[in-house]
């Protein structure tokens, strides 16, 4: 009795050694203690329920083969939330799932290539180890005592442990279903995963159509017009010379300076691409999140008579087609650089040849849209190496040779952008046009700036993570034809969340539509200062 005894600790240890290895090293890792606590009790119980469930419904062999399945699927669980304690100090939650299903295979190989340190190389190592030595004592255990595994039997007493498994079944799920299912991982993965598609069908019913029946009296100018809008990638104005960044990294823009609209406090809606482009590109902001298919920046512009393009250099792929390439399909052309070649990434400059050739298209009004792939991480992979200009020790709160190293290969990645973007308005310059050039980014980075991070999540949200650059050029004709510009420049300095571009464009490009609001346009004399909120309440002018 004493060997059984002691061989059922041993076998109830082993069996949830994932839990208790997630909760040792998650808590050297979290900020959030009582979040870390509902995710052991979740875990613990759903471990439970797994167990109980092969005990139910397997006998002798395939009750042994039941628990290993367990075991090794219960310690990939635990890796993956341990890991992303220790990545982002917070628990899985339902967005990074919408971002692996929007992430490439180049961009997933970046990702482990900056992220996977030695650190989360000896997280692996250790749960290898501990994955294997669990399958060694337990198979000991098994040759030792069978019975531990075959109980119970089907008599009085194995009825009764039998109803117990079932009532603990189903109150573990009750329990888990009531309050911790946003700890369950498999509960967030079917969750995002439905979500996403209902989402993609939405979109793709109403977003990729030219136009949108949402927008409603439609009217603008019947004269010469060339527009291009320009969507940077992670690129946080913090590392940009234009904003008073120490470094030179913006050394071709700042010889036009004169000629640029330089917007100092304008943030985006999210940390992320696809959440953010949904809705800087739409009707979608922080007060109405659910009109996304209403109507798109790309449709409004093709209502309105222009002929609309889409040149991007992001794979337009992921697990699924992305959503933001459900917008760019509205569009009357799309050239995506990235799918053209079999390389996993070309840099911007492929774009250049892509945007001239449309710029000589003899159309009387036309808006280009080109998506950069900017200051993506890896930043190494940014930029070619002629760009690489800053390799001396940065300036940084948190100095290490893994700072130094990302610091340098983002500013680099910055100066290459200031290449690109200088290009693009000098393509348009020469036309002598009606025109502007708008740009901004998706999104920032923090590069070691605030905390000792590189990358962007909405769990830390720091504020480069939030701060973009938002920059117009405009050609002389566009400033004889648009009342009071010079007014403009007293703007700059206004506070403006990215949610409501979509009014700023339509203001600039002299779209007038039913839904459009004058104070929403950051180009209005009639703009109203609203809180802008992030992570859902969050007011980030008062954190």
């Known amino acids: 009795m004493p060997i059984f005894k002691k ?216 004269e010469s017009q060339t527009y291009v809008v320009i969507i940077g990638e992670s690129t946080s104005s913090r590392n940009m010379g234009l904003y008073g960044y120490y470094r030179d990294t913006n050394p071709l823009l700042s010889e036009i300076k004169d000629e640029l609209l330089i917007f100092n406090d304008v943030i985006s809606p999210h940390t992320h691409t696809i959440p953010s482009l949904n809705k800087v590109l739409s009707l979608s902001n922080y007060e109405n999140p659910d009109v996304i298919h209403c109507g798109s920046v790309v449709q409004l512009a093709n209502a309105a008579g222009f002929s609309t393009y889409w040149i991007s250099n992001q794979q337009p792929i992921g697990i699924h087609e992305t959503l933001v390439t459900a917008i760019s399909k509205a569009t009357k052309e799309q050239f995506f650089t990235n799918a053209l070649t079999n390389k996993q990434l070309e840099h911007d400059e492929m774009l250049l040849p892509f945007i001239e050739q449309v710029l000589n298209k003899k159309e009387l009004k036309k808006i280009i849209f080109v998506h950069l792939y900017g200051a993506h991480i890896a930043y190494k992979f940014s930029y070619p190496p002629r760009f690489q200009k800053f390799t001396d020790t940065p300036i940084t709160k948190f100095p290490s040779a893994k700072s130094t190293e990302q610091i340098n290969h983002y500013d680099n990645a910055i100066l290459y952008n200031d290449f690109i973007v200088r290009s693009i308005i000098d393509q348009v310059k020469k036309r002598e046009e009606n025109a502007y050039v708008i740009y901004f980014s998706d999104h920032g980075d923090e590069v070691f700036q605030d905390i000792d991070f590189v990358g962007h999540n909405e769990y830390h949200a720091t504020k480069p993570m939030f701060e973009i650059p938002f920059i117009v050029w405009t050609s002389e004709k566009f400033k004889n034809s648009f009342p009071n510009f010079d007014t403009l420049k007293r703007y700059q300095n206004r506070r403006y969340m990215l949610d409501d571009f979509i009014h700023s464009f339509s203001d600039i490009s002299k779209i007038n539509f039913n839904q459009f609001q004058p104070e929403r346009s950051i180009f209005n004399k009639y703009f109203k200062d609203r809180k802008r909120i992030i992570k859902k309440k969050v007011d980030y002018d008062n954190r």
């Open 7 to 222: 061989s059922f600790i041993s076998l109830v240890i082993l069996a949830y050694m994932p839990v208790l290895i997630f909760l040792s090293i998650g808590f050297f890792y979290t900020t959030q203690t009582k979040y870390l606590i509902k995710e052991f009790v979740e875990f613990f119980l759903f471990s439970t329920v797994l167990y109980a469930i092969g005990i139910v419904l397997f006998r002798r062999v395939l009750r042994i083969s039941w628990c290993y399945f367990s075991i090794s699927f219960l310690f990939l669980i635990s890796f993956l939330k341990t890991a992303f304690y220790y990545l982002y100090q917070s628990k899985l939650t339902i967005s990074a799932f919408y971002i692996l299903f929007e992430t490439t295979g180049s961009e997933s190989s970046q990702f482990l290539t900056t992220f996977f340190d030695l650190k989360l190389l000896i997280i692996s190592i250790v749960f290898i180890l501990f994955l294997l030595l669990t399958f060694k004592q337990l198979n000991y255990l098994y040759k030792k005592e069978k019975s531990l595994f075959y109980l119970p039997k089907f008599n009085l007493l194995g009825i009764g442990v039998y109803l117990v498994l079932l009532i603990g079944i189903l109150s573990s799920i009750y329990l888990i279903n009531w309050k911790l299912k946003h700890n369950n991982i498999i509960y967030l993965a079917k969750d995002a995963y439905v979500t996403y598609q209902e989402a993609q069908t939405l979109f793709q019913s109403s977003l990729v159509k030219q136009t949108n029946e949402e927008l409603k009296n439609i009217s603008a100018l019947d």
